[in-house]
C-alpha cells in the first residue's frame, strides 16, 4: 500500500487516541503537507522535535494496528465489496446459481472478517 495511503488510513481509524498536540504537528506534516520547518515554527518548538513527534505518532498508529488490525479488516473488507459489485455488473454471463453461490460465499467472508 502506498505509505501516504496508508498513513492517512492509520490516523482515520486512530488518529484521535493521539494527543491533541501528536495530532496537530501530525495533521500538518503528513496530512496537510507542510514543511517540518513550516510547523516548527508555527508552534515555537525545534524542527528536529516536529521531526521526532511524526516519527512517534507513525510508531504508536502503527502499534494500534498491529494490536487491533483495524485497517487490515477494512480494507479486505472493501475488497470484497469491488468483488460484490464487479460480480453485479457482469451477472449476465452467469447462471443464477453462480451468482448466488458467490455472492453467499463472499458475504461469508465479509461476516467471518468481522
Known sequence: ???FVEQTLLYDFYGE????????IY??????DYSLSEVAQDLGISRQGVHDNVKRCNKTLQDYEDKLHLVEKFVNIKEKIHRIHGLAKNCE????????????????EILEEL
Request: charged letters at 35%; glycine letters at 0%.
Open 1 to 3: 500500500m502506498e505509505r
Open 17 to 24: 487516541l493521539l494527543t491533541e498536540h501528536q495530532r496537530r
Open 27 to 32: 495533521e500538518d506534516v503528513v496530512l496537510n
Open 93 to 108: 454471463s452467469m447462471s443464477k446459481e453462480e451468482l448466488v453461490s458467490e455472492v453467499e460465499h463472499i458475504s461469508l
